[in-house]
């Protein structure tokens, strides 16, 4: 079994504003069997999905990349940060069909 994964999922996709964005995402992960403990709007921008391991190690990132779709697995660890991995989904992010706002 995995190991349980904490992650925060935030809307990054910026201007113009894709509301419910961080909520789909969110629940894109926990069917995954994903343990999201927060989401909402990030204060950065990015295009593409950026997934940033904050704890662990980085296979938990690219389980993550998987279940979205894509996304690049950076390490940046932040011990303040209560969570294992931060999502941030990007203007570009897709939610699978199915899961609309």
């Known amino acids: 079994a995995d190991a349980r994964?904490?992650?925060?999922?935030?809307n990054a996709?910026?201007?113009p504003p894709r509301p419910g964005l961080a909520r789909v995402g969110?629940?894109?992960l926990r069917e995954a069997g994903i343990d999201v403990v927060f989401y909402g709007t990030?204060?950065?921008?990015v295009d593409s999905t950026v997934i940033?391991?904050?704890?662990?190690?980085q296979r938990a990132g690219e389980r993550i990349a998987r279940v979205?779709?894509?996304?690049v697995v950076r390490d940046a660890p932040d011990t303040l940060?209560?969570?294992?991995v931060t999502v941030l989904?990007?203007?570009a992010w897709i939610p699978p069909p199915g899961l609309r706002p």
Do not use: I, M, Q, Y
């Not at 990030?42 to 921008?45: F, H, I, K, P, Q």
């Not at 979205?68 to 996304?71: P, R």
């Not at 940060?81 to 294992?84: E, H, I, Q, T």
């Open 89 to 91: 989904l990007g203007r």
């Open 81 to 84: 940060r209560r969570v294992d």
């Open 68 to 71: 979205l779709g894509g996304g």
């Open 13 to 15: 996709a910026g201007t």
């Open 42 to 45: 990030a204060d950065t921008t």
């Open 26 to 28: 969110a629940r894109t």
């Open 52 to 57: 940033l391991v904050r704890r662990g190690d």
């Open 5 to 10: 994964v904490t992650t925060e999922v935030l």
